[in-house]
């Protein structure tokens, strides 16, 4: 991988050229071989985390958008677990847990958290995870707010602790009535995400993921909203879970 980063910032536009490392010597077409492998592993982690949230969204319709039903949450959060246990492995000391209390400097000093991985039974690594359905410009402020006052409070007891949220959201969202009927609709665009850089910025976090999927609805206003027509794609740049966490591991 580092090797791959390193070609690919030389930019080097003849037809073939040689790279020696420890004796090794790459063809240009060797490079894009292993560039080609690199990019369909990317590709397939995108394809299954897609699929992740579609049938989020089916369980989020199944069991109504009013129940509070775990099944919603474990759907996506399961998900994401499948992909870290390919990259933190057991045998090198790390435990992947859902659910997973931290230390906070809350009063009841912890915090019960979406997505934990321990280091030799050290918190690492967290992920809170937000899966906006309805009503967001409503509740954004809200929940960065929030999203501040929770890191902050993780981090004031856990100093070395990397906290990585991650949001997800369509890319047009129904603001909904008290029937759940459709008032409007919200369109999201990347901008929408700016105000989280400070957290970043701060060190608050160690990294956001945030990603808009763009969806086409089959309800429109006045109608209730009881299901989505078809989840389509990512409309922000998927980033593998490797790439993001490349450092850490």
């Known amino acids: 991988m580092i090797l791959i980063n390193f070609l690919n910032r030389l930019k080097i536009k003849s037809n073939i050229y040689i790279y020696n490392f420890t004796n090794m ?21 995108e394809e299954y985390f897609l699929d992740v949230i579609k049938k989020t969204i089916k369980i ?15 759907c996506i959060h399961e998900g994401i677990v499948d992909i870290l246990l390919t990259l ?12 997973q209390n931290i230390q906070s400097h809350n009063f009841s000093e912890k915090k019960k958290c979406d997505i934990v991985i321990l280091k030799n039974n050290t918190p690492f690594i967290v992920f809170p995870v937000k899966f906006s359905m309805s009503s967001y410009k409503k509740n954004r402020n809200n929940y960065l707010e929030n999203l501040t006052g929770e890191l902050y409070l993780m981090k004031a007891k856990n100093p070395n602790l990397n906290i990585i949220p991650i ?23 990347t901008d929408n995400f700016i105000p989280y850089n400070i957290l970043v910025k701060n060190k608050l976090c160690y990294d956001m993921i945030n990603y808009i999927v763009e969806v086409e609805h089959s309800k429109k206003e006045n109608e209730l909203f009881d299901n989505i027509q078809s989840i389509k794609q990512f409309k922000t740049q998927y980033r593998s879970f490797k790439s993001i966490l490349k450092d850490l591991l």
């Open 25 to 45: 010597s790459y063809t240009e077409k060797q490079y894009f071989e292993i560039n080609s492998q690199f990019q369909t592993q990317n590709s397939k982690e």
């Open 88 to 99: 933190f492995l057991k045998e090198k000391g790390y435990t992947v847990k859902m659910e």
């Open 60 to 74: 989020y319709f199944e069991l109504g958008s009013s129940s509070r039903s775990s099944k919603k949450v474990n």
């Open 167 to 189: 949001n997800i959201i369509m890319d047009k969202v129904p603001t909904l009535d008290g029937s759940k009927k459709i008032k409007n609709f919200e369109h999201i665009y």
